[in-house]
């Protein structure tokens, strides 16, 4: 029950109604506090106040465990207690309030669990969101370093990591409820939404349909290709791929896989990032990729209304004609000599670009 407080027709016992509810009243039936309330604080310090009909007596009074005899069995003047009841009341309603504070809250949306962390300061919010077969403790070093100043919320998509798999449907509308859901049942406000990889439309579709929160988005080794036109050659292309994954995922992605990385990316990170992915649900993980693939960028990018950047690795370029032609608006943030995976091949440079586009965004 949540915290709260009121009043009844004993005085007293409106105490117990807002102690019983805060679930701090220990082994005490309420027939027992009609005409006695016991309130019991975290310091140790207690009151027992005994009422009669015709008056008001301290019956005994203590703090942090010491009895004071001189205290015991005066009258207790009545304005005094009010004043020690409002007081008693603000304590108890401050400590509850930190407590709901720090208590977790459970996310599911349409009974699919989501599994976040949260460090529940900053007046803006960085919400990070990994990419395909990956999850969110990719982004362990960005939280690290930008917790001290803004509210860095991180999650598992649903079909990865430890969110749940119970669903059927992995489109990108399908994440933008996910994060919305997140964005809402959190509170979360002035909020810059960073996306790697296939999160790419995610952040996108997200402050197109949920703008209210959002500040802006940043995109991380992504939006390379949006002048990308589907043509029927590239859709049967596509389509092959998808189909032989289906049938051999490991053998079939094995072939590619090599494309993530740089000459100089770390064997660890590789390692990684091999495993990660051929540990995927090779089901979800193949649906969501096809869906998020057919994405248009260029259409949707058009009615964006919010500030774009763009952090990625010049190993593979990035189609900047594509952007001036389509007319969007958008900063691009180089960085080099590292694969697909910035935040993990160069941490630092990845923070200290990631830190320009962030401050960048707050003064727009």
């Known amino acids: ?3 709260s407080s009121g009043e009844t027709a004993g005085g007293v016992d409106a105490l117990t109604v807002f102690l019983n509810s805060c679930s701090v009243m220990k082994n005490i039936s309420r027939s027992k506090l009609t005409r006695k309330s016991v309130l019991e604080s975290r310091t140790h310090a207690f009151i027992v106040v005994k009422a009669n009909k015709e008056e008001d007596i301290m019956h005994k009074y203590t703090w942090k465990g010491k009895i004071d005899p001189a205290n015991s069995q005066k009258r207790f003047p009545m304005k005094y207690k009010a004043t020690l009841i409002v007081t008693v009341i603000l304590l108890f309603q401050i ?3 930190t407590n709901n504070k720090n208590e977790k809250v459970e996310i599911d949306n349409q009974g699919v669990h989501i599994h976040y962390t949260d460090s529940k300061h ?4 960085l919400l990070f969101i990994h990419g395909w077969g990956i999850n969110q403790t990719y982004w362990a070093n960005q939280v690290a370093h ?3 100043n803004f509210r860095v919320v991180t999650l598992d998509l649903p079909g990865f990591g430890q969110s749940g798999k119970n669903r059927e449907s992995w ?12 964005l809402t049942d959190l509170d979360l406000k002035n909020v810059i939404l960073v996306g790697h990889s296939m999160s790419g439309s995610i952040i996108v579709e997200t402050a ?4 209210d929160r959002i500040i802006g988005i940043i995109g991380i080794d992504n939006l390379k290709n949006v002048g990308t036109v589907m043509t029927p050659e590239v859709e049967k292309e596509w389509s092959t791929f998808y189909d032989s994954a289906r049938k051999n995922f490991k053998a079939t992605v094995s072939k590619d896989i090599h494309y993530l990385f740089t000459p100089r990316t770390d064997s660890a990170i590789q390692k990684r990032v091999t495993d990660d992915i051929f540990s995927s649900d090779t089901v979800i993980a193949i649906a969501c990729l096809e869906n998020l693939d057919k994405y248009p960028f260029s259409e949707k990018l058009k009615s964006l209304r919010k500030p774009l950047y763009l952090i990625n690795s010049n190993y593979t370029p990035t189609d900047t004609a594509a952007f001036k032609q389509n007319e969007i608006d958008y900063n691009l943030l180089v ?3 590292t694969g697909h995976y910035p935040m993990l091949e160069k941490p630092k440079d990845f923070n ?5 586009a962030v401050n960048e965004i707050q003064q727009k």
């Not at 900053?122 to 919010?125: E, I, L, M, P, Y």
């Not at 489109?171 to 997140?182: A, L």
């Not at 200290?352 to 320009?356: N, Q, Y």
């Open 1 to 3: 029950m949540a915290c």
């Open 95 to 97: 400590s509850c309030s």
């Open 122 to 125: 900053g007046d803006t919010a």
């Open 146 to 148: 930008f917790s001290k």
């Open 171 to 182: 489109t990108v509308e399908d994440y933008t409820s996910d994060i919305n859901k997140v």
């Open 208 to 211: 197109l349909t949920h703008p």
């Open 335 to 337: 960085i080099d000599s």
């Open 352 to 356: 200290t670009l990631l830190e320009k």
